[in-house]
């Protein structure tokens, strides 16, 4: 019997979406960074989305970055994130651009680049709502006056964050106004911006509903390539496959068990007090699997099936009609914090294939 927990990926609908992405935003000249945190910078399917075309990737770890470099991958590699102070020379070594916001941690960058003998490509993220990360647009011009006079850097964009903390779209009016941002930028500096980065997965509505997309020519894409959906909603994009990774678990335990825990209630393993509906008696069945293997609450059972809750290893089901045995395998699809978690475990094993 195969090994459980296990995270099934299918490389041939990850590279269908990314070739499927990259055709629907090249349309409009934007290019993609494929966002590889997501799956922990997995070679595997990095090299699925350099053979779809996409050839830069981005990860907020440098030891992924670090990963993929040794594992061959040839790409430009970005640093999705501003660098600890603490991991400069790491940042120098692995990443062939950084996303900055600090002035303090660009002179650093500065330093280890001339003690490399490199130049050191950056992004300056601009805070526009979501407030994240990012220079208060106000200070952009200044921030920027500083950084040219550092040897070792060359500012190669400029990029903006949505979605990702506070939730604010990236419409038609930020879009708009990035797009200013970038005008004024390359007149007053005469610095050409190759890179203009408009958000993320988030942007896809903004994209389809645009008459132009201004200055914007980059978007930082991994929910969409992986789980196929845009994520201001998590609807579908048409086209692509929302099922490429699938969680297989194992029934550990399966008897007919009251609905309701019985004797005085305390804090559970969480620090929760647990809340149940009483159904009297029902069937019970529990996973292999927790809170310390995936975000449960991401989970998306493929059976009548409801999960009544979890602790750090095992995960407790309302097995309903399903004649859950001991042995049986269950599956499930994966939202966004699921799949983040399940590549990052050690504790799943992964499992590829090709077929469609």
């Keep these: 019997m195969p090994f459980t927990p296990r995270v099934e990926i299918n490389l041939a609908k990850i590279a269908h979406n990314a070739a499927k992405l990259v055709e629907i935003y090249g349309s409009k000249n934007i290019g993609i960074m494929g966002v590889t945190k997501t799956v922990c910078g997995a070679p595997e399917i990095a090299k699925i989305l350099l053979d779809q075309g996409i050839h830069m990737l981005a990860d907020s770890k440098l030891v992924n970055l670090q990963k993929m470099r040794d594992a061959g991958i040839k790409a430009n590699f970005v640093l999705l994130r501003s660098p600890a102070l603490s991991e400069i020379d790491s940042v120098i070594k ?9 002035l303090s941690v660009i002179k650093k960058l500065s330093e280890s680049a001339l003690a490399y003998n490199t130049v050191q490509k950056i992004i300056l993220m601009i ?5 994240r990360e990012g220079i208060m647009p106000v200070n952009l011009e200044t921030f920027i006056q500083e950084v040219l006079k550092l040897q070792g850097i060359k500012i190669v964009g400029i990029g903006v964050n949505f979605a990702c903390f506070g939730g ?3 419409n038609e009016q930020k879009m708009n106004d990035l797009s200013i941002l970038a005008n004024a930028v390359e007149t007053k500096f005469l610095l050409p911006l190759s890179y ?33 959906r845009e994520t201001l909603n998590r609807m579908a994009i048409p086209e692509l496959y929302t099922d490429a990774f699938t969680l297989v678990t194992e029934v550990i335990e399966s008897k007919t068990k009251p609905s309701i825990p019985y004797g005085e209630i305390g804090q559970n393993a969480f620090g929760v007090f647990p809340q149940f509906q009483d159904r009297g008696q029902i069937s019970r069945a529990i996973l292999g699997v927790g809170n310390q293997d995936v975000l449960v ?12 809750g979890s602790s750090s290893d095992h995960t407790v089901l309302d097995a309903k009609k399903s004649n859950l045995a001991v042995g049986d395998e ?23 294939s090709n077929a469609l």
């Excluded at 692995?94 to 600090?102: G, K, L």
């Excluded at 805070?127 to 407030?131: A, F, I, N, P, V």
């Excluded at 609450?297 to 009544?308: N, W």
């Excluded at 599956?331 to 590829?352: C, D, E, R």
Aim: aromatic fraction near 10%.
């Design 127 to 131: 805070e526009m709502g979501d407030l």
């Design 330 to 352: 269950v599956t499930f699809n994966l939202n966004y914090g699921a799949l983040l978690s399940i590549m990052t475990s050690p504790y799943v094993y992964k499992k590829y």
């Design 196 to 228: 203009v980065s408009g958000g993320n997965s988030a942007n896809y509505n903004w994209f389809m509903t645009a008459d132009s997309v201004g200055k914007v020519n980059n978007l930082r894409l991994g929910e969409s390539i992986y789980l196929g």
């Design 168 to 170: 604010v779209k990236p």
């Design 94 to 102: 692995n990443a062939d651009i950084s996303i900055n916001t600090e």
């Design 297 to 308: 609450a991401g989970l998306i059972p493929t059976l009548d099936i409801e999960i009544l």
